[in-house]
């Protein structure tokens, strides 16, 4: 019997087409996007983009980390990004003050804490356990002059994250026992903090589910969690 759990042909040729001939003109438009919320973010996003094209490049180099330690695809090592678009969309849900201090855990190429460093002006920290990821992020920050964007070349399960207001986790990939040690880790954030999850949310008695949200990923569809530390 066939197994149910493989991904059919044409939806691989289908996904191959997206990340390897649309993938410039998408990110084209995102740009567009971008630019007409946000003007200010034009050297700096035109300058990511010289890092990077497209994120089929950030998949590469997460790729050739995770092959040098023999990690498969589909553990929490495997790369997608956030569409700047939806993440825009997020922010607008979330009540952002010069109190608070952004944090993204598992931030692989760093567009969303620059962009949060560039536009919001408050502290961020961006954690990843990729080496290339974070040498390219914190020199586009120092190029840019974003002196309060920390990149933290890290595990995020066991560095210091206790200055963090707003959380953001592209947990997709993450297994169960992680979320679960996520989950431990962040119930001991202050009261009201902010945590976003996408594809599945924090558990446990700690935290209040503010709102789900839908958003376009480079994987599909997925459902967003706005939750706060009760
Ligand atoms: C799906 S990517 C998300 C990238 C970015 N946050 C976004 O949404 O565009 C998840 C990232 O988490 C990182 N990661 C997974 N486990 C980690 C850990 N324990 N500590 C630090 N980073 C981790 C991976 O290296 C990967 O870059």
Redesign the pocket.
Known sequence: MADKRLIPWWRLLWLRFRLYWLAPWLQGIQLGFLLLRHKEMEPLALDYLRTYNTMVHAMDL?TQ?REAEGSGLGG???????PWTT?MKVLEHVPIGPQDVFV?????????CLLVAKVYEIPVL?????PG?ITRGQSLAAQHGLFKLEFRC????S?DLSQGTIF???????PMV?MEQLSRILSRQPSGTWLIT?TRPLSGPSFELIKTLTGR?SWGKDEIYLQRVR
């Open positions: 997460s980390t929490p090592l495997t790369y997608g990004e956030t993440f993204d855990l598992g931030c692989g190429a760093g567009f969303l961006g954690v990843d356990l990729i990821f890290d595990d995020f399960t560095t953001y986790i592209t947990c997709t990939c993450f992680l996408v990923y």
